[in-house]
């Protein structure tokens, strides 16, 4: 099984995962975002874009790596990875379908003023440019479509473990 923590950046996901792989017995954390640095490490570079989740290789990778490392060790693989495009969700689950991988697809969410917060006051990460630039996308994407295709968390007024045990006491663990 697959449990995705979706949700834009400064909503928990990364702290999240691991504290949720802790809870959930037989489980690892992939972030798919690795895959993404593998194509940006790709010389010379692929096509110039602003997100690798937009060269088409990123989303059928993600899901034949998650595939492959579910063959060989089992378990549960707890994805934290943001994905707005409704389009590339459906391609990622609708491929994790066919190789018949369930998915628990969680939101983790956060008010705006609070991601915008956090995301100023990261002392690993430092502010960022590029993750404010997601505040308005992700918005979008929990009002028209996200929200209804998965478990939303409110984080706001969650620590990282109060969020984690959420995630397993929805998954029964």
Same mark, same amino acid.
């Given at each position: 099984?697959?449990?995705? $923590?979706?949700?834009?950046?400064?909503?928990?996901?990364?702290?999240? *995962?691991?504290?949720?792989?802790? $809870?959930?017995?037989?489980?690892?954390?992939?972030?798919? /975002?690795?895959?993404?640095?593998? $194509?940006?490490?790709?010389? +010379?570079?692929?096509?110039?874009?602003?997100?690798?989740?937009?060269? +088409?290789?990123?989303?059928?990778?993600?899901?034949?790596?998650?595939?492959?490392?579910?063959?060989?060790?089992?378990?549960?693989?707890?994805?934290?990875?943001?994905?707005?495009?409704?389009?590339?969700?459906?391609?990622?689950?609708?491929?994790?379908?066919?190789?018949?991988?369930?998915?628990?697809?969680?939101?983790?969410?956060?008010?705006?003023?609070?991601?915008?917060?956090?995301?100023?006051?990261?002392?690993?990460?430092?502010?960022?440019?590029?993750?404010?630039?997601?505040? /308005?996308?992700?918005?979008?994407?929990?009002?028209?479509?996200?929200?209804?295709?998965? /478990?939303?968390?409110?984080?706001?007024?969650?620590? +990282? +473990?109060?969020?984690?045990?959420?995630?397993?006491? *929805?998954?029964?663990?």
């Amino acid at each position: 099984m697959i449990v995705w $923590l979706n949700g834009t950046h400064g909503a928990g996901k990364t702290t999240t *995962s691991a504290l949720v792989q802790q $809870l959930i017995p037989d489980s690892r954390v992939f972030d798919a /975002e690795k895959v993404g640095e593998t $194509l940006i490490d790709i010389t +010379p570079g692929l096509p110039e874009t602003d997100n690798f989740q937009h060269w +088409p290789p990123w989303r059928p990778l993600v899901v034949e790596t998650a595939r492959r490392v579910l063959d060989y060790a089992g378990g549960t693989l707890v994805m934290p990875m943001t994905v707005l495009v409704e389009k590339y969700w459906r391609e990622i689950s609708a491929g994790l379908a066919q190789h018949a991988i369930p998915v628990r697809h969680f939101v983790l969410h956060a008010d705006q003023d609070t991601l915008r917060g956090r995301i100023e006051g990261d002392t690993v990460m430092g502010p960022s440019a590029f993750r404010l630039a997601y505040l /308005e996308p992700y918005a979008e994407a929990a009002r028209t479509w996200l929200h209804k295709e998965a /478990e939303v968390i409110d984080t706001t007024h969650l620590t +990282p +473990p109060q969020a984690a045990q959420q995630v397993a006491a *929805s998954l029964g663990s």
